[in-house]
């Protein structure tokens, strides 16, 4: 028997959280996962599971069997996919996590036209504003907007990002004049919780340091799209991406503030674990959406 066979029918039961729903998963019958499972476990002289009548649950060698076996498989199927991907159409499912506000924003088309364009690959998009962990929750990859940090995970910057502190016209004449952004902590700001200093703006001097200065308002909310709404009711000053700001701040409806003082240091990227080889849909995914962001800046 192929040891491979076994190994996915074990991972197959895992994944389902059952016998039952994986044979109706996977096409094979509930006794033939149960003897592969079984002839797996003989083999390697420790039980994986615990059954029951109602249910089963991992045994602690279960776990470690599972974690590294799964990502064994993985790799010999990125290493088929690798070699198949000249004369193939991309397939299967790519399981992608991006922040609330790139999928809601305009630069979100950029996934429903990778969509169009491959048809036969199913996107499962997960909007999140927390970094998520990508191998221990099963992400193939990750969209990112931020300041790059070493993570052990494999980057590629699709875009160069920034933000804008932004504020209507009329805010600016009354709560003015703002001779810097040191005058943030005396005007109403609206602030956007995701952001890591969320109740500081960090800006820089003109003699390359930085500073950073304490600022408070009506709204805290943990949305960007939520914070630009609020700023342009003329509530607030907001620290708002570029990429939604862009166009309230072309009609005139928005003025920026003290660009040369805020940090251009950050970027889009697409964030994906470290593999010897990586899955033709995740190559064919970043390499789709680092030309689109190309074409459409």
Same mark, same amino acid.
């Given at each position: 028997?192929?040891?491979?066979?076994?190994?996915?029918?074990?991972?197959?039961?895992?994944?389902?959280?059952?016998?039952?729903?994986?044979?109706?998963?996977?096409g094979?019958?509930?006794?033939?996962?149960?003897?592969?499972?079984?002839?797996?476990?003989?083999?390697?002289?420790?039980l994986?599971l615990?059954? @029951?009548?109602?249910?089963?649950s991992?045994?602690?060698?279960?776990?470690?069997?599972?974690?590294?076996?799964s990502?064994?498989?993985k790799?010999i199927?990125?290493?088929?996919?690798?070699?198949?991907?000249?004369?193939?159409?991309?397939?299967?499912?790519l399981?992608?996590?991006?922040p609330?506000t790139?999928i809601?924003?305009?630069?979100?088309q950029s996934?429903?036209?990778?969509?169009?364009?491959?048809?036969?690959l199913?996107?499962?998009?997960?909007?999140?504003?927390?970094f998520?962990?990508?191998?221990?929750?099963?992400?193939?990859?990750?969209?990112?907007i931020?300041?790059?940090?070493?993570?052990?995970l494999?980057a590629?910057?699709?875009s160069?990002?920034?933000?804008?502190?932004?504020? @209507?016209?009329?805010?600016?004449?009354?709560?003015g004049?703002?001779?810097?952004?040191q005058?943030?902590?005396?005007?109403?700001?609206?602030i956007? @919780?995701?952001?890591r200093?969320?109740?500081?703006v960090?800006?820089?001097?003109?003699?390359?340091?930085s500073?950073?200065?304490?600022?408070s308002?009506?709204?805290?909310?943990?949305?960007p799209?939520?914070?630009?709404?609020?700023?342009?009711?003329?509530?607030?000053?907001?620290?708002v991406?570029?990429?939604i700001?862009?166009?309230?701040?072309?009609?005139?409806?928005?003025?920026?503030?003290?660009d040369?003082?805020?940090?251009?240091d950050?970027?889009?990227?697409?964030v994906?674990?470290?593999?010897?080889?990586?899955?033709?849909?995740v190559r064919?995914?970043v390499?789709?959406?680092?030309a689109?962001?190309?074409?459409n800046?």
């Amino acid at each position: 028997m192929d040891t491979l066979t076994r190994i996915r029918a074990f991972i197959d039961v895992v994944e389902a959280e059952g016998f039952s729903a994986a044979a109706r998963k996977t096409g094979r019958s509930k006794a033939l996962l149960s003897k592969y499972v079984r002839e797996l476990e003989d083999d390697l002289g420790a039980l994986l599971l615990n059954r @029951t009548t109602r249910q089963f649950s991992l045994t602690e060698a279960g776990h470690t069997y599972y974690r590294t076996a799964s990502d064994i498989l993985k790799e010999i199927d990125n290493l088929a996919d690798l070699v198949r991907e000249k004369n193939a159409d991309l397939k299967g499912k790519l399981r992608i996590s991006v922040p609330r506000t790139f999928i809601d924003a305009d630069v979100g088309q950029s996934l429903i036209d990778f969509a169009k364009e491959n048809p036969e690959l199913m996107l499962e998009i997960v909007a999140d504003d927390r970094f998520v962990d990508l191998i221990e929750e099963g992400f193939d990859l990750a969209i990112r907007i931020t300041r790059l940090e070493d993570s052990g995970l494999i980057a590629r910057k699709l875009s160069d990002f920034r933000v804008y502190a932004v504020a @209507t016209p009329d805010f600016v004449a009354k709560h003015g004049p703002l001779d810097g952004p040191q005058d943030f902590a005396r005007v109403p700001f609206i602030i956007d @919780t995701n952001t890591r200093f969320h109740n500081t703006v960090r800006y820089l001097e003109p003699d390359g340091g930085s500073n950073s200065v304490a600022i408070s308002g009506p709204i805290e909310v943990n949305s960007p799209q939520a914070t630009l709404r609020a700023a342009r009711a003329g509530l607030g000053i907001a620290m708002v991406p570029d990429f939604i700001a862009r166009p309230h701040i072309h009609s005139g409806e928005l003025v920026t503030l003290f660009d040369d003082y805020i940090s251009k240091d950050r970027g889009i990227y697409a964030v994906y674990p470290h593999r010897r080889y990586l899955p033709a849909k995740v190559r064919s995914f970043v390499d789709y959406l680092s030309a689109w962001f190309r074409k459409n800046e």
